[in-house]
Nanobody, 123 residues
């Protein structure tokens, strides 16, 4: 599966953005997906995960209540709705796909990666 992430941009603190991850291929619904992010000078970190059917989601603590991951299997797209953005959310955001069953929060568990989209939150 090939992934393409888009929707990043510049937003003021407190604002919102919705990232999209479009997937090619007929096996979209077979995979679970996640969003990771990488801030300048830092390692890539897990943000959110959604199961293959969308029935289960999981978030890192510092985005809970602000970010929502979702998927539309009919459109082969995964979303990350980000609200109440903070300057510390500034990073390149990556979507990734895994065939691992159950929760997967580590980058090495994901075989397929999108190219990343930059989110910049100004104070």
């Amino acid at each position: 599966v090939q992934l393409q992430a888009f929707g990043g941009g510049l937003v003021q603190a407190g604002g919102s953005l919705r990232l999209s991850c479009a997937a090619s291929g007929r096996t979209f619904s077979s995979y679970a997906y996640a969003w990771f992010r990488q801030a300048p000078g830092k390692e890539r970190e897990f943000v959110a995960h959604i199961s293959w059917n969308g029935g289960s989601t999981y978030y890192v603590d510092y985005v809970k209540g602000r970010f929502t991951i979702s998927r539309d299997n009919a459109k082969n797209t995964v979303y990350l709705q980000m609200n109440s953005l903070k300057p510390e959310d500034t990073a390149v955001y990556y979507c990734a796909a895994t065939s691992t069953t159950g929760l997967a929060t580590r980058a090495y568990e994901y075989r397929y990666w999108g190219q990343g989209t930059l989110v910049t939150v100004s104070s």
